[in-house]
């Protein structure tokens, strides 16, 4: 990827979690509603993703988009994951097609397939020994509003790829903690994602050729039911954490 990445969300924690390592890779532009609160050596664009005139002109001269921006509390009520997580990516992806971006990586969640959780298959699912997994291609069972509005997201790249050709990959992140997984926490553990191997993945997704997809974006915890084979396959997501590795810390 040649052309300047437009990172939405960028001052947040998986935005922040990419530039660590990716700073010097791509030619960013930051845009988050919040002004900077540490120095960058980037463009930075104040700006509120539900402000349609404003993403189109963050959108103007990027081959691509890293779209994190949005509301990403569990507990979010609708009126906010209406307007921040649906109607704001309606607004970057429309600005993609109509700027002529080649691909969008989209900020999707575990929450959209929360419900597969259910009572009988818990705590099971969350431990080494069990082989439930799901790998993407299963229909959304969001586990909250916030969930309906990720699954929602999919769908609308779904759309945009399917009618304006956009090339389109949804991330289903995980937990993604610093330095180490969630602790006393047996599900985060399983959908942990390190914060290198989310700057990796989300390398892999600019650079990587692709129609539509849906991926998991955990780490290689022995725990685990998501697949991370399609990563693997499609993007060439080579993970090098895993949160067993951590057990002696007491996670
Ligand atoms: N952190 C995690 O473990 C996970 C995160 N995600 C998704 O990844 C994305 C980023 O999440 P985090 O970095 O954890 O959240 P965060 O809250 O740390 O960062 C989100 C950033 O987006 C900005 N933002 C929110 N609404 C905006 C709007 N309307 N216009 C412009 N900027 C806006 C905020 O100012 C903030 O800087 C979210 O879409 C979230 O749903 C999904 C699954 C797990
Ligand atoms: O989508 C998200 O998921 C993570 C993990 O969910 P949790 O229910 O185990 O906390 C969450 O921490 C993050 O805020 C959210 O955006």
């Given at each position: 990827?040649d052309d ?7 001052e ?18 930051l ?10 050596d980037h463009e ?5 993703i ?8 963050a ?5 691509a988009?890293?779209h ?8 979010a009520p609708w009126?906010?994951v ?17 700027e ?8 999707s969640?575990?929450?959209a ?32 509003l ?9 769908v ?11 090339s389109?990959?949804?991330v ?6 610093k ?10 553990q399983?959908m942990w ?7 990796h ?27 991370i084979?399609n990563?693997r396959e ?9 949160s067993?590795?951590f057990?002696?810390?007491e996670?």
């Amino acid at each position: 990827m040649d052309d300047p990445v437009l990172l939405t969300g960028a001052e947040g924690r998986v935005g922040q979690a990419i530039l660590s390592d990716l700073s010097a890779e791509y030619e960013w532009r930051l845009l988050d509603r919040d002004p900077p609160t540490r120095d960058t050596d980037h463009e930075f664009v104040v700006a509120d993703i539900t402000d349609e005139e404003a993403v189109r002109e963050a959108v103007e001269g990027v081959g691509a988009i890293v779209h994190l921006a949005g509301d990403p509390r569990p507990e979010a009520p609708w009126n906010s994951v209406l307007s921040n997580n649906i109607d704001g990516t309606r607004n970057v992806l429309e600005a993609a097609v109509t700027e002529g971006v080649e691909k969008v990586v989209f900020a999707s969640s575990n929450h959209a397939v929360g419900a597969y959780e259910t009572d009988e298959r818990t705590p099971d699912m969350y431990r080494p020994s069990d082989d439930y997994r799901l790998d993407g291609t299963e229909l959304p069972r969001p586990s909250n509003l916030y969930g309906v509005s990720k699954a929602t997201g999919e769908v609308l790249g779904r759309y945009y790829h399917d009618e304006h050709g956009l090339s389109v990959v949804c991330v289903r992140i995980g937990n993604l903690t610093k330095n180490h997984p969630p602790k006393d926490y047996e599900r985060g553990q399983a959908m942990w994602l390190s914060h290198r191997d989310c700057a990796h993945l989300f390398d892999r997704c600019l650079q990587a050729d692709y129609d539509y997809e849906i991926v998991y974006g955990i780490s290689d915890n022995d725990r685990k039911y998501y697949s991370i084979e399609n990563a693997r396959e499609v993007l060439g997501y080579d993970p090098q954490d895993n949160s067993a590795e951590f057990a002696n810390a007491e996670c």
